[in-house]
């Protein structure tokens, strides 16, 4: 059976232990300070070829700046030192999640260094070290097979970037990570996602592992049935996996029309040769061409043959053209405009046709693409695009793609190839011994449903409270506050509900230290403030920086001794008294809304609820 989806996935999850190969800590740091500048080369890999993806990186023709960081960063990070051995504790948690897999660890562990050539490693190359294979992990009664579990360093991180130069900050550059991949098992973008967070809580049972955004990262290996693979890398919000899968298989079955009609018109491959036209577009309105033209561009032209209409066409539901632009935009010019979208963008119809005379276009389908840019840029763009449009007419070209906040993705680079890896032969090879794997088989922590049946054992949460729990990674915390007499309910609505609604508003508690939550919960136990005061708390600590007891004084939600409470509530009923006279008892629920008002979460839902009963029961 051919299924509409083929997608396999790799999570590569920092290690919270010191850094990989030195001994500096792995943290972040808001500061770096020097810099070193470098330039990178591709070398040739075990196969004696040069990697695909490398060239083109390096073809970009880009300078790297490296800043340090003291204590995070030392001479391994910049590569004037060689690495010292690899870190025994993320070997060790490599190898217990390796077990936690079913997986077949190897006997020997040989890093091996990865030729990558963005800049974002120093060297280079990333380091990268099979530890275990042929594993499997059960989602929702099936079996996903698990390829590879892999211990590897981090890369750099990018803080700023130039048309000719990217700077990187090297606090993340050997943090320890592993890295995990799937057989191509999964065929729907939900099958997907209920993958990732099994394999993340997993990983988050080791007790070892970072937590936070940019510290779990997932790259989606998706083909459709007559595709081709692309590799959409770096994806960081778990929740939006389907959409990336969506909208990934919407690209490639729309690459597929475009390549059958394509087929049906008898388009052959195009051959590159631009026209220079500049003196077309002397007087044109364009931004785009007069920015050129002021900065002594030129205005380049190349005709497409039997491409009109599936570059922007069916109603902006064909894209061709969007994907030439990209890798046009790889080579350092803004973009092309082409004939599907003109005129518009200030180049009139008589532009147009100037230019299609120009071009001798006087076949039904033909297209043009144009540039206006400096001559290099502006050949070397169009040769990408013309590249681009001739691989629309064998189908999908296999490439990696960077995620978009929107959930769509765009050109990175060429998919890369086994070119890329040969050995590394400053870090010995590590045995595994039988008596090493013996002692991480001890100490196996637990697995998640293990975790969630004693969390509804030892605090009385439901089932379904207790999964979510574990599902979005908020055990920990959730016992720490439950610890507190009788807040378990409240510390699971807290976190399976309130932060939901905190994180909807913007609030980042990514970046909320976890002491200050639980100081939260220490004075709600206290009685500080009613358990309906949490969220407001929770926003005014997040907002401004202060503690629990600061933010309740602010919010005026300081709670109240039952003597007041008796005072406002008695109030309520007196000003009411021949509604409660009338209903009885039956008064209670619809008092309840006022009192609460009144208090302002000042008091606890179930005490006022006794006070309103006793308070009505003395004028009936």
């Known amino acids: ?18 850094k990989l190969f030195c001994s500096c800590e792995s943290r972040l740091s808001e500061e770096g300070v020097g810099s070193c500048y470098r330039r990178l080369r591709p070398t040739t890999g075990e196969t004696g070829e040069i990697d695909r993806a490398a060239l083109a990186q390096f073809r970009r023709n880009l300078g790297y700046r490296y800043q340090s960081v003291p204590g995070v960063s030392c001479l391994v990070e910049l590569d004037e030192e060689p690495p010292h051995g690899a870190d025994p504790e993320a070997l060790d948690v490599t190898l217990t999640f390796a077990e936690m897999m079913g997986a077949r660890t190897v006997d020997e562990i040989h890093f091996m260094r990865k030729i990558v050539v963005d800049g974002s490693n120093t060297s280079g190359f990333q380091r990268t070290a099979l530890v275990a294979m042929d594993g499997s992990v059960e989602v929702n009664g099936r079996s996903v097979s698990i390829l590879s579990v892999c211990l590897e360093e981090d890369a750099a991180r990018k803080v700023e970037t130039t048309d000719a130069e990217v700077t990187y900050r090297l606090d993340r ?37 970072k937590r936070g955004i940019g510290t779990i990262r997932e790259d989606l290996n998706i083909s459709v049935p007559g595709g081709a693979r692309i590799e ?30 394509l087929n049906g018109r008898g388009a052959e ?9 500049t003196e077309l577009f002397a007087d044109c309105a364009s931004k785009v061409i007069k920015g050129a033209l002021s900065s002594k561009g030129r205005v380049l032209a190349v005709r497409l043959p039997g491409f009109a209409g599936v570059m922007n066409g069916d109603g902006g539901r064909l894209r061709l053209g969007a994907e030439m632009a990209q890798r046009a935009r790889v080579r350092g010019v803004k973009g092309i405009f082409h004939s599907d979208e003109l005129p518009a963008y200030g180049i009139e119809g008589r532009y147009v046709d100037a230019l299609r005379e120009r ?17 290099k840029k502006a050949e070397s763009a169009l040769e990408a695009a013309v590249a681009r449009a001739n691989e629309a007419l064998v189908g999908v070209p296999e490439e990696t793609r960077d995620p978009l906040p929107d959930g769509t993705s765009k050109y990175s680079r060429p998919l890369p190839g086994a070119a890329r890896m040969y050995p590394e032969t400053d870090v010995p090879p590590i045995p595994v011994t039988g008596e090493h794997m013996a002692r991480i088989r001890e100490s196996l922590p637990e697995l998640p449903e293990e975790v969630a049946a004693r969390l509804v054992r030892d605090y009385g949460i439901n089932a379904q409270q207790a999964s979510q729990l574990v599902r979005q990674g908020h055990e920990d915390i959730f016992e720490k506050a439950a610890a507190f007499d009788g807040l378990a309910s409240v510390a699971a609505t807290t976190f399976l509900n309130t932060y939901g609604e905190l994180e909807s508003d913007g609030i980042d508690l990514d970046s909320f230290p976890e002491e200050r939550i639980i100081g939260a919960f220490e004075a709600l136990s206290q009685g500080v403030f009613a358990k309906e005061a949490m969220p407001a708390v929770l926003r005014e600590m997040a907002s401004s920086g202060t503690d629990a007891r600061g933010a309740a004084g602010k919010l005026g939600l300081e709670a109240v001794d039952e003597g007041e409470a008796e005072s406002v509530i008695a109030a309520i009923v007196a000003e009411r008294l021949d509604f409660v006279r009338s209903k009885g008892m039956a008064a209670v629920g619809p008092l309840m809304g006022p009192v609460m008002g009144a208090l302002r979460g000042k008091l606890d839902g179930r005490k006022a609820n006794e006070i309103l009963v006793r308070e009505i029961g003395k004028v009936l």
């Open 232 to 261: 959409i890398k770096g994806v960081q919000e778990l929740r939006l996996l389907p959409l990336y899968v969506e909208n990934e298989m919407k690209r490639q079955n729309m690459l597929i029309e475009i390549k059958g009609i």
């Open 173 to 209: 550059l050997g943090i320890p990570l592993i890295e995990v991949a799937t057989g191509p098992d999964m065929h729907t973008p939900e099958e997907v996602l209920e993958v990732a967070y099994r394999i993340g809580t997993l990983l988050r049972a080791t007790k070892r592992v």
């Open 1 to 18: 059976m051919e299924h509409p989806l083929t997608c396999g996935i790799e999570i590569h999850q920092q290690l919270d232990t010191h």
């Open 269 to 277: 491959p195009v051959p590159f040769e631009t026209v220079d036209v």
């Open 359 to 375: 071009l001798g276009m006087t076949g039904e389908h033909d297209a043009f693409a144009i540039c206006a840019a400096p001559a």
